[in-house]
């Protein structure tokens, strides 16, 4: 009678494991389809055109101009830090609302 144990037990590892490969084959495939779309998603605003308007100042010019005084406090109060925090916290807010599908 410890035979039949034996065959039942090979036989429902052998379709746990079937069941496990067939399951990492559809998460493979799901992790495929996701890579070809966003890579489609990455291209179209690649070939967004960027503006003229933004391309004939840059940063470097635009802070140049700026008085001196101003820039001093803009070091000692750590704006650029602020305001990197404030990026960050809001790019954190709109991934979690693309992961969620904007269901809060």
Known sequence: ??????LTNWLFELVKKAIDAIWDFLQDAFIAVADVVLGIVASAI?????????????????????????????????????????????????IRKAVTLFQW
């Not at 009678?1 to 034996?6: A, E, P, Y």
């Open 46 to 94: 690649e070939a967004i055109p960027v503006p003229s308007f933004v391309t004939q100042y840059s940063l470097g010019n635009l802070l140049s101009q700026m008085h001196p005084d101003i820039l001093f406090f803009v070091g000692i109060l750590q704006i650029p830090t602020g305001l990197s925090f404030l990026a960050a916290g809001f790019g954190v807010r709109m």
């Open 1 to 6: 009678m410890n035979w039949l144990t034996d």
